[in-house]
DNA sequence: CGGCCAATAATGTCTATACATTATACCGGA
DNA sequence: TCCGGTATAATGTATAGACATTATTGGCCG
């Protein structure tokens, strides 16, 4: 039973050495035909794995040059956002969703985000609240294109709140979230139950498949009660 | 000139129909030979194909049953921090970094994370304003390990804030950040020139290099003046 | 001396083949 | 009917070679 395939262990080997540093940026990783000596097998065996190193980012190949080290340069973070009822299960409470309304309707002229998301059909409206417990957690306000997820019309959102129904139903491709810091105003706050002028996590987030818009939502959190928290692989290596 | 290799036009071809919808999860994956043949290429490079976007987790390859469209599960998205100098220059705005206190020495006792952050080192404690135009954007507070980053202590910081600096310097390879909501106090609040209780984006991160810690920084951004924004692939595909 | 062009060294792609591994399917016996 | 062992169909790994592509090097020629 052997332990690695031998390309994953010229892999991890030189994974390794970049992770710990030994082999800086800009540092000369030996030719295939070196490394094929060097381990005794085939040019494919080593080309798989420098490829492999290459799309993870870890290194830059250039013929007749060689491959070297690339620099640290995607300062990207993978950002966990997982359902909240799950996240809230985790916690040790229990989560509940209260709708509190729903609406279709076409998308209001001079609001080209609104038409652009409905495409050529109609928008899907909702605002509901999640508790963790039986305090609010979030306020939710969204749309979704009815052109784009036509099944939604039929979903039964008393048992998934509207975007685990969405993670579940539709792959997304693409999304542009913006989060910031807001003072929470007198109606929100009598919704939140928190006190007006408190400090609250917003949550914008507008979703796409291909080209296609799916939703958009805002998502504003009760600033005591919630953290976003992202644990984070910079590359799909070997870190637990 | 081939506009692209064989096995990425396979990738790509079932790509778009799983990023399209056209395959949804679970729909059943041509195995190799029936591919060979509709391609008119070896295994080899089928397999190439269809290797590829198994790690890109678009489809899962099983023995004996073939291959089937993965369902979406990964529900993480790449947040792009970038360099606070870098977002603000593309503001239009200058930036400017004021080093407010700096100063060596060891771990708290009592404080574990201090300590194993610290390692067997001294630690270096940081305290600065991020500046747009004239006004202050965030304050940042930050602890970084001498023992991991030992040329940390020679930096230029007059040059480099050091978030910029230590993202150039030292390559890392998993980080936590957590994104909170909080109101100002009133020391804070006229460091920031704003005023108390206003909401503040609060964004805490730790970061790794293999399993050594490198730094851990706090960042308070002035709620009015700053957003997140994150422009996301969820898979490194073909979506602009 | 400067600019162009050919040789070269590296990666990129692809083939045909071989054997290993593994989950499933099938079949026979209790 | 259930249980277990074996055959099989699929992927996983690896080889050796061929040709393509491309950036650099160095030399030739004006």
Redo the contacts with the bound molecule.
Sequence with gaps: ??AL????RIRTDFEGRILSGALQPGAR?P???ELMQLY??????V??A??AL?SAGLIE???????VVARPKVHSMILDVPDLPVEVAARGQAYRFQLLSRKVRPPVRGRPDEIALAGAGQLLELRGLHFADTLPLALEDRLVSLAAVPQMGDADLAVDPPGSWLLRAVPWTEAETKIAAVNCDAKTARLLQITPGAACLSVDRSTWRAHERITSVRQLFVGIAYDLVARIGHYGGSVP
């Design positions: 039973m052997t395939a031998l390309h994953e990783i030719v295939e035909h005794g097998c085939s040019r494919m065996t080309s798989k420098l490829s290459s190949r250039n013929k007749r040059a060689g491959s």
